[in-house]
């Protein structure tokens, strides 16, 4: 189905098409005709990232009159951060509508300003509940003749203690007005606002109710109750390109770990709500551009998080509300794009990740910190390919004969290990002799069909994200190529220009001789067995080849065609190798 089937009209087809909208997400073909063939109550159940915004904006848009004045549509969102978004997707949508006014009003700002807008005249207004009840109370803003109320993120709004405020602000309003609720999940508290507010409203379910993005890989990681900064910063530097959101149950606990990874030398910064408005955006505008790779929040600053490519939800903590890491994991995995959900638990929470499998109705993968050698193997791939790809600055050509001088008497071969050891030797003595932070799991079995550590094989292949491949692609790519079930390939872990599977040890045989001189539209993909850490030599395999800064090397370092340089093998980063 396309936007033109959709009964939107040219001015909003022509705002579709420069927005770059080729096709509506499911929550928009399925909710879009609805509204705007019916004046009837609406319930849309869909994840955070699927376009919601979208889906009840084009149809408000279309209403509207614009030769009126009237404040006609009232938009209640969660957080400052999430009106304001809301606001400026709704005005780039109504672009060619003419004589339209939307105004944001929210906490922070000039309170008369806004009050001056809306007077101007503002036929749509999105509002934060606590500003919004503020407004009326001073007879601001006149909501007694609106035609359309929107309730966006209703259970977020909920678990913020917003119950009373917006019980206030609907008893503002007319009863013959359309009230349209967008939510993620339905705790009982959105029930309780549908069936007090609403008549026999329609409803639509994207996916199951409550139910987690299909596009996000949810990860669990056991470790003991101190340990647990310490496999934070493991899970970061096993992922050299990590751009996350981290959250913490508290405010003070979310201070306290961004300053700590700050001080231990990664790019993170803290977001929640004891910082000032300007504090805030500095943080957000930060992380929008990468120069804050791990963003530390708690559930109700991160609502203002509208970011498509993060790469990694980290959950530091489980939330105390269940329901809430649906939120949580909705932050990754959004715009069609793959992501990642990890849970750092102790022992005693692990009951409450069978939980979370029951709401959201996915699997858990359990899967283990990686040991120091690890991180350093794959610091050590990065490394060579952030060489490989570095642009050459012409200016340096004039420094060259001084350089050549002081590199006089050091072979090829010698100069390439010790390039690299400026930066490995670093990693090494970090994690050398680094403790084993798993913890052993009390959970019966592993989801997803997962066969034991001691069962299986770890191997090395040179692709990765640059190759367009991610985590569910590259899996659907293993699994056709080696014509395997889904759960024969798993521990999926893909890097910038390279990754790692596992399979079951049966399948090895089959494995390296499908991948021998094996190569993807002319271009050699290798795969090779990636050792445990306790296995320092490696054995060559024949009909491998050598390929700098991915494989062909020998354990010394060395450029040797026919040895393998992988000592261990899965997937990390701390800051060092850029």
């Known amino acids: 189905m396309t936007f033109n089937e959709l009964g939107l ?18 929550v928009q073909e399925k909710a879009i005709p609805i509204l705007l063939s019916k004046e009837s109550d609406f319930v849309a159940l869909a994840q955070t990232g699927t376009g919601k915004t979208a889906a009840f904006g084009f149809p408000l848009i279309q209403k509207i009159d614009t030769q009126s004045r009237t404040t006609q549509a009232l938009i209640l969102s969660p957080t ?50 606590g500003r919004m009840k503020d407004m009326i109370r001073r007879r601001m803003v006149d909501i007694t003749k609106i035609d359309y109320c929107v309730l966006d993120e209703a259970d977020e709004m909920l678990n913020m203690g917003f119950f009373e405020d917006i019980k206030d602000i609907l008893s503002n309003t007319p009863k013959e007005k359309s009230t349209w609720l967008f939510s993620a999940t339905m705790p009982k508290e959105v029930s309780t606002i549908a069936k ?27 470790v003991g109750g101190r340990d647990r900064y310490a496999a934070l910063k493991r899970l970061a530097d096993a992922n050299p390109g990590i751009f996350s959101v981290v959250f913490c149950r508290t405010k003070r606990d979310t201070q306290k770990i961004a300053e700590k990874l700050i001080e231990d030398g990664y790019n993170a910064g803290a977001l929640h709500g004891d910082l000032s408005q300007n504090q805030r955006d ?56 793959s992501g990642v959900s990890m849970v750092i638990v102790t022992r005693s929470e692990l009951r409450k990740i069978k939980t979370i499998e029951r709401i959201i109705k996915q699997d858990f993968i359990e899967k283990q910190i990686p040991s120091g050698i690890e991180i350093c193997e794959i610091q050590l791939y990065h490394l060579a390919n952030n060489i490989k790809e570095t642009t050459i600055n012409d200016e340096i050509e004039g420094y060259l004969p001084a350089i050549g001088d002081v590199l006089e008497g050091i072979d090829r071969e010698e100069l390439i290990k010790k390039v690299f050891s400026v930066e490995f030797t670093r990693f090494f003595n970090y994690y050398n ?102 296995k320092r030599n490696r054995k060559k ?14 354990n010394d ?22």
């Open 557 to 578: 370092g060395s450029r040797g065609g026919k040895k393998d340089f992988s000592k261990k093998g899965r997937s990390n980063r701390r800051k060092g190798f850029h």
């Open 433 to 534: 002799k680094a403790k084993d932070l798993n913890s052993v799991s009390s959970r019966e079995g592993n989801s997803k069909g997962e066969v034991p550590s001691e069962g299986s094989v770890r191997y090395f292949i040179n692709v990765g994200e640059r190759d367009g491949y991610d985590w569910m692609t590259l899996k659907d790519f293993l699994r056709d190529t080696l014509k395997l079930e889904k759960d024969d390939i798993f521990r999926v872990d893909t890097k910038d220009s390279f990754s790692f599977f596992n399979t079951d040890a049966s399948f090895t045989p089959l494995v390296l001789e499908t991948f021998t001189e094996f190569k993807v539209n002319g271009r050699f993909v290798n795969v090779e067995v990636s050792n445990s850490p306790e």
């Open 196 to 222: 007090k507010f609403m008549h026999k409203p329609i409803e639509i379910t994207v996916g199951a109710k409550n139910a987690g993005a299909s596009t996000v890989q949810h990860e669990y990681y056991v």
């Open 541 to 554: 395999r024949k009909g491998g080849r050598s390929n700098y800064g991915s494989r062909g090397r020998s």
């Open 9 to 26: 009209q040219q001015s909003l087809l022509d705002a579709v098409n420069d927005l770059g909208f080729e096709t509506p997400s499911e």
């Open 282 to 337: 500095l943080a957000m505008n930060a992380f929008r551009k990468k120069q804050i790779q791990m963003l530390v929040a708690t559930d109700v600053a991160a609502r203002g998080i509208d970011v498509d490519d993060i790469t990694h939800v980290i959950n530091y903590q489980l939330p105390d509300e269940i329901e809430t890491y649906t939120h949580r994991s909705g932050r990754t995995g959004r715009a069609g794009k």
């Open 80 to 129: 400052r951060e999430l009106c304001l978004q809301i606001a400026n997707e709704m005005q780039l949508y109504s672009k060619y509508e003419k004589g339209l006014n939307i105004v944001a009003i929210y906490g922070g700002a000039s309170i008369t300003d806004q009050a001056k807008q809306i007077k101007r005249g503002a036929q749509i207004v999105v509002a934060t509940p």
